[in-house]
């Protein structure tokens, strides 16, 4: 994936359980795909990176439509799944996220941000491919943890540093409120 999106002078992170392993330094969980985290102004880089596959946009909940070459998407669209051909498994779930200027926007509150430069982690594990800090990607996992959700928080925790941990804690507790069963474990 990182051959296929570099070179298209569009920012682009790995998110989900990889950047929490690369993160970490280690695997520790399977994967049923990639996740890639694009900015929504940025959104058509993924048909130029990847021109033969198939690419669904995530419509509503639970609805893929086919997405048409050169379409903008709408922005309730948040996720783009991508596969090679049509028999093909799933291989890329892309997610678009919200910016302004050089600030991202988090999409389920726009008052939770960060300077763009600041969503890059940087690990030896991942050979230089940029992949979402830890915080962020785990503000995403943490609306309704599923158990690979916990399991990457669990990871992830020994090697949060103590201004992502705050960081995490403030908008876990914007966005979905008090209590949340993170908060403790961030802040204690």
């Not at 002078?9 to 929490?20: E, L």
Request: aromatic share 10%; net charge positive.
């Amino acid at each position: 994936m990182a051959a296929a999106f570099d070179g298209h002078g569009s920012r682009w992170w790995v998110a989900g359980g990889y950047a929490i392993e690369w993160a970490v330094g280690r695997r520790f969980r399977g994967h049923a795909d990639i996740d890639v985290l694009v900015l929504r102004r940025d959104h058509l880089v993924v048909q130029r990176a990847l021109p033969d596959w198939e690419w669904w946009a995530a419509d509503a909940p639970g609805r893929l439509r086919p997405w048409r070459p050169g379409e903008t998407l709408p922005t309730r669209v948040h996720d783009i799944w991508c596969r090679p051909d049509p028999g093909a498994p799933w291989r890329l779930q892309v997610m678009l996220d919200e910016s302004r200027g050089g600030e991202w926007n988090s999409r389920r509150d726009p008052g939770v941000r960060r300077p763009l430069d600041a969503l890059t982690g940087a690990s030896p594990a991942a050979g230089g491919i940029p992949y979402l800090t830890p915080e962020v990607q785990l503000y995403y996992k943490a609306k309704d943890p599923r158990p690979k959700d916990e399991a990457d928080f669990r990871a992830a925790l020994p090697v949060l540093t103590t201004p992502q941990r705050h960081w995490l804690a403030a908008a876990i507790t914007r966005t979905y409120g008090a209590p949340h069963p993170w908060i403790a474990c961030l802040t204690g």
